[in-house]
């Protein structure tokens, strides 16, 4: 039997709750990160820039000579966008400033954790559960735990499940795979009926539910707007069926995207560009098809990654693993554009990194508290 519809943490959770007849939530952060209101009127996107995306680049402090002096071949110049604070964007997200004129684009500011891992896969953990240990259930999954009127939290990429995973609601995947599979009711009720282990008939139950609402979803999927243009990419395709679910009805409270490709080691400027710009295309895509939405819920876009780079550029014309960077929100509860502190060029922690001011914690507080 194949387990394609609810995650790995969803199966434990499962077998935990046969053995053990409930699910332990973990505790920490405040009120608003682990209790929720019984709200149906906003969504949450949360999109993972995933392999460490330059802030320095991304929203660039354009007038400082540390920073130019720092990246000789990679610092930008009056090509960029200019903001407020000494702070501009970089060219390539140009078609998001009509969206910064609207209020409805905001930066958080040197988001990270202090002198964090290097390491991308305990980074992801790190910011996916939202302790610094990376260990426990998402930070999303805590956060939607134990709400009456939801049943699931979704995924329309693998690779982004981590933060609703390990709570009372399902962690559902919903890609291309999901989307042409059919689902084995019967064969899966069969199972239930004639298996004797108790930790089977469990799983079976969870993968019979996740299929379930899974086929309830997809069922539920109307069409999109007629003559919304979208990108081909591989982000362009999950704003699709975001899309989709968003005007659907019957959306989840929770959705999660990926956007793979901002380990920019060598050749930055040209890599760079080329994901700030697919971005860019997946994000103005976005906002076009919610105005073309009727009778939707508000909808908030989380935009972050698991850790920036170094301030200096390396002898490859790119930049290393570093500590804090740059998170967007964009849509329709977005608080005041410029959350926190751009971090002081010429206060570096010991290993010559950006110092953080806003920690993931406190950025996940702040959008839990927009709902």
Same mark, same amino acid.
């Given at each position: 039997?194949?387990?394609?519809?609810?995650?790995?943490?969803?199966?434990?959770?499962?077998?935990?709750?046969?053995?053990?007849?409930?699910?332990?939530?973990?505790?920490?952060?405040?009120?608003?990160?682990?209790?929720?209101?019984?709200?149906?009127?906003?969504?949450?996107?949360?999109?993972?820039?995933?392999?460490?995306?330059?802030?320095?680049?991304?929203?660039?402090?354009?007038?400082?000579?540390?920073?130019?002096?720092?990246?000789?071949?990679?610092?930008?110049?009056?090509?960029?966008?200019?903001?407020?604070?000494?702070?501009?964007?970089?060219?390539?997200?140009?078609?998001?400033?009509?969206? !910064?004129?609207?209020?409805?684009?905001?930066?958080?500011?040197?988001?990270? !954790?202090?002198?964090?891992?290097?390491?991308?896969?305990?980074?992801?953990?790190?910011?996916?559960?939202?302790?610094?240990?990376?260990?426990?259930?998402? !930070?999303?999954?805590?956060?939607?735990?134990?709400?009456?009127?939801?049943?699931?939290?979704?995924?329309?990429?693998?690779?982004?499940?981590?933060?609703?995973?390990?709570?009372?609601?399902?962690?559902?995947?919903?890609?291309?795979?999901?989307?042409?599979?059919?689902?084995?009711?019967?064969?899966?009720?069969?199972?239930?009926?004639?298996?004797?282990?108790?930790?089977?008939?469990?799983?079976?139950?969870?993968?019979?539910?996740?299929?379930?609402?899974?086929?309830?979803?997809?069922?539920?999927?109307?069409?999109?707007?007629?003559?919304?243009?979208?990108?081909?990419?591989?982000?362009?395709?999950?704003?699709?069926?975001?899309?989709?679910?968003?005007?659907?009805?019957?959306?989840?409270?929770?959705?999660?995207?990926?956007?793979?490709?901002?380990?920019?080691?060598?050749?930055?400027?040209?890599?760079?560009?080329?994901?700030?710009?697919?971005?860019?295309?997946?994000?103005?895509?976005?906002?076009?098809?919610?105005?073309?939405?009727?009778?939707?819920?508000?909808?908030?876009?989380?935009?972050?990654?698991?850790?920036?780079?170094?301030?200096?550029?390396?002898?490859?014309?790119?930049?290393?693993?570093?500590?804090?960077?740059?998170?967007?929100?964009?849509?329709?509860?977005?608080?005041?554009?410029?959350?926190?502190?751009?971090?002081?060029?010429?206060?570096?922690?010991?290993?010559?990194?950006?110092?953080?001011?806003?920690?993931?914690?406190?950025?996940?507080?702040?959008?839990?508290?927009?709902?």
């Amino acid at each position: 039997m194949s387990y394609t519809n609810i995650s790995r943490r969803t199966f434990l959770s499962g077998i935990a709750t046969s053995a053990a007849a409930a699910i332990t939530v973990p505790r920490c952060f405040g009120s608003n990160l682990d209790t929720a209101q019984n709200q149906h009127n906003h969504i949450l996107v949360l999109l993972q820039l995933q392999g460490g995306n330059d802030g320095l680049n991304t929203l660039a402090p354009i007038d400082d000579p540390i920073y130019r002096r720092a990246r000789p071949n990679l610092a930008l110049g009056s090509e960029t966008i200019e903001l407020d604070r000494g702070l501009a964007l970089h060219p390539a997200l140009a078609p998001l400033a009509k969206l !910064w004129k609207e209020k409805r684009l905001a930066f958080a500011l040197g988001v990270g !954790w202090a002198q964090p891992q290097r390491s991308h896969f305990k980074a992801q953990d790190q910011w996916a559960t939202g302790t610094n240990s990376g260990e426990g259930a998402g !930070w999303l999954a805590r956060a939607y735990a134990h709400r009456a009127k939801f049943n699931s939290l979704v995924a329309l990429d693998p690779s982004s499940i981590a933060p609703i995973e390990g709570g009372s609601l399902l962690a559902l995947q919903l890609g291309p795979a999901q989307m042409r599979g059919n689902s084995r009711f019967r064969q899966m009720n069969n199972l239930i009926n004639t298996t004797t282990s108790p930790v089977l008939k469990r799983l079976i139950e969870l993968e019979l539910a996740g299929a379930q609402e899974l086929d309830r979803l997809k069922q539920a999927l109307p069409s999109l707007p007629v003559g919304l243009d979208l990108p081909r990419s591989s982000l362009g395709q999950q704003v699709k069926l975001a899309l989709r679910l968003i005007g659907s009805g019957v959306c989840p409270p929770v959705l999660t995207l990926a956007h793979k490709g901002y380990d920019t080691h060598a050749n930055q400027k040209n890599r760079h560009n080329r994901q700030l710009s697919q971005l860019a295309a997946g994000l103005t895509a976005f906002e076009a098809g919610l105005q073309q939405l009727t009778n939707r819920p508000d909808v908030t876009i989380l935009a972050v990654s698991e850790f920036g780079r170094r301030l200096k550029e390396n002898g490859s014309r790119g930049t290393d693993h570093g500590s804090a960077s740059v998170a967007l929100l964009l849509g329709d509860r977005v608080p005041a554009q410029f959350l926190g502190n751009y971090p002081n060029l010429e206060m570096l922690d010991a290993r010559g990194d950006l110092q953080p001011n806003i920690t993931p914690p406190e950025l996940y507080e702040k959008v839990l508290s927009l709902r």
